[in-house]
Every structure is written in C-alpha cells, then in structure tokens.
C-alpha cells in the first residue's frame, strides 16, 4: 500500500522560507511512472494544486500563484519536498503531499500536515 | 481555471439512505473527474475515477455518472462510515481544480 507523510514546522513566521518534506513508501519514486505533487487548503476554503515534479525533477506549478514555491524531489532518500518562501498568514493551511498517476489523477495522498504562519 | 461547484455544500442523512452528491465544471473536463472521502485527520482517500470507475477496494455502493460538465456521486444504503466531506476534482486540465466539498452529517 502505498503510503505519503509529511513533515515540517507547525508554526513559521512572516517573511520566512517554510520548509516541508513528503516521505513515501509503498512505491519508489525514481521508477518514473508517477508525478509528486503538493495541495493545500487554508482553513475554510476549497483545495488548492501547488504543483507537482517529476523523478526526474521537473516541477510544473499553478500559475494562480505567485513564483514563491519550489518542489524538489530526492529519490535516493524516497523523498519530494516544498519550500516556500517569504511566507504570510495568507499561506496558513493544510499541506497535502499526494502520488499523481501519469494520467493526472490523484491516487494517494497523505494526511496533510496543519502550518500557521505568525509571529 | 476550471471552476468546479459542489452541491450541496451539506448534506443531512440517515444510515441507510440513498444520497446524490451533485459537482458542475465551469468547462467541459471531459471524463477526468474523480470523486474523493475525506475524514477530519486522514488523508483523503480516492473513490472513483474516470467519473464511474471504482477505486481499489471501495464498495459498489459508491457510484459515479454525468459526463461534460456535470457529474454525480450516489451513495447507496448509507454506512456509518460513509459520513465524510466529500470532493470531486477535475484533471482534464492544469491547474487541475477541486471542488468546495459537500459534506455528509447525520
């Protein structure tokens, strides 16, 4: 069974870079058939697609936001990541990390970890 | 982006009932929409996809129609367990795009 979990700060403070790592298992990476990709949901409101990277570290994001988030991926520890950076309370949310099928269906996800952005 | 609007946004409903979740696409997407379950804490888990294909291991009780622009979830004889926000999500097109949920309480 695949299985996705995220880590990370509970809390950041404005301006600063935040910083989130999705360890999965149940499925490698590097084997390429499948897109790593990062949703979140602020409280209240609908969820959002970040973006998504490849095992070869391509990233696509949403052009809805702005060029503050970067996906990573690091295969040899199983591994994708998520930065972003100069943070406001507007990036508050549930961070979602989520296996993506080549189809662009979202099979696995992981349970999300909760981020507040305050001083 | 490709707006997607779920209705309604809650749902009261007692085990055993028969419910239809309803999810509009302001775009046609196609037959690349999904449903998802989501409780408070877990991750969201996939139920259908290709709007009517099961997921591995969800039950025949969910089942999924609609095509173009308008999809529907039904939730045969309802379970405890199948008290949960329910999502449907487009991935015709990037970004994809989800819906606001509907909710199911008793």
């Known amino acids: 069974q695949v299985q996705l979990q995220e880590s990370g700060p509970g809390l950041v403070k404005p301006s600063q870079t935040l910083s989130l790592t999705c360890t999965v298992s149940g499925d490698s990476i590097s084997t390429g058939t499948h897109y790593w990709s990062w949703i979140r949901q602020p409280a209240g409101e609908r969820l959002e697609w970040i973006g998504r990277?490849?095992?070869?570290?391509?990233?696509n994001y949403n052009p809805s936001l702005k060029s503050r988030f970067t996906i990573s991926v690091d295969t040899s520890k199983n591994q994708f990541s998520l930065k972003v950076a100069s943070v406001t309370a507007a990036d508050s949310a549930v961070y979602y990390c989520?296996?993506?099928?080549?189809?662009?269906?979202?099979?696995?996800w992981g349970e999300g970890t909760l981020v507040a952005v305050s001083s | 982006d490709i707006q997607m609007t779920q209705s309604p946004s809650t749902l009261s409903a007692s085990v055993g009932d028969r419910v239809t979740l309803t999810c509009r696409a302001s775009?046609?997407?196609?037959?690349?929409l999904a449903w998802y379950q989501h409780k408070p804490g877990n991750a969201p888990k996939l139920l259908l996809y290709k709007v009517s294909e099961l997921a591995t291991g969800v039950p025949p009780r969910f089942s999924g129609g609609g095509s173009g622009s308008e999809f529907t979830l039904t939730i045969n004889s309802l379970q405890a367990g199948d008290f949960a926000t329910y999502y449907c999500h487009q991935y015709n097109t990037y970004p994809v795009t989800f819906g606001g949920g509907t909710k199911v309480e008793i």
């Open positions: 990277i490849s095992s070869r570290g391509g990233a």
């Open positions: 989520a296996r993506v099928s080549l189809s662009g269906l979202t099979d696995f």
């Open positions: 775009y046609h997407v196609g037959e690349w």
